[in-house]
């Protein structure tokens, strides 16, 4: 099929009439495209609307203000790291450092699955004037808190050392998500990030094995 002939069917099918629950979701995974593109202060719904090849109208229908979707384009990339997270953790069978170290695989992997929901999470960490930023704080908050979790039960199975504070640990990685998600994204040597992601695991838990 000739490409001018995909593209107006490719328009016509954005255009199409959908069910609401897909309309929706079709212009949440719109909207992520423009805010990872354009920032969380510059998003707007005309582009959106213009992406999903729709009425600007049809975007305030889902997302009747600004900060209402601003809310929901924050809440997706909450949940998505955090059932990535939860789900990682969730395998009390297998040792602390295997746990912790498979949770950076599948935030490196999602990189490259989910790039914008990497970027509009690094650039949710820098609005500090945005009302925005609460919700980032409680977000980082719950995140260290299934660290540390995975951390005290290393501890209670002899694998971490006893005299760490599993809450500053679990900070470190947290915190430091941040750097190897820049180094990664800056594309700054394909192995720079995976050193570096074994290695904060290993500082975080004391250095060595108990």
Do not use: N
Request: a neutral charge.
């Amino acid at each position: 099929m000739p490409t001018s002939r995909r593209a107006t069917r490719a328009a016509s099918d954005r255009r199409r009439r959908l069910p609401p629950a897909e309309r929706r979701a079709q212009l949440l995974a719109t909207a992520l495209e423009v805010f990872a593109e354009q920032g969380l202060g510059r998003a707007r719904h005309a582009e959106i609307a213009k992406r999903a090849g729709v009425a600007v109208s049809t975007v305030f229908l889902y997302f009747t203000t600004r900060r209402d979707l601003v809310r929901t384009v924050l809440d997706e990339v909450d949940q998505f790291f955090s059932e990535l997270s939860v789900r990682v953790h969730a395998q009390v069978g297998k040792p602390c450092r295997e746990v912790l170290r498979e949770h950076g695989a599948a935030f490196l992997a999602s990189i490259d699955s989910h790039p914008a929901h990497v970027r509009i999470w690094l650039d949710w960490s820098t609005s500090f004037r945005e009302e925005t930023f609460e919700g980032f704080l409680d977000f980082t908050e719950r995140l260290v808190g299934v660290y540390a979790d995975t951390i005290r039960r290393g501890q209670s199975e002899g694998e971490v050392p006893a005299h760490l504070d599993a809450e500053a640990s679990a900070r470190l990685l947290v915190g430091a998500a941040q750097m190897v998600a820049q180094l990664k994204l800056t594309h700054r040597g394909d192995d720079t990030w995976l050193r570096s992601a074994d290695a904060l695991v290993e500082a975080a838990l004391g250095g060595t094995a108990a």
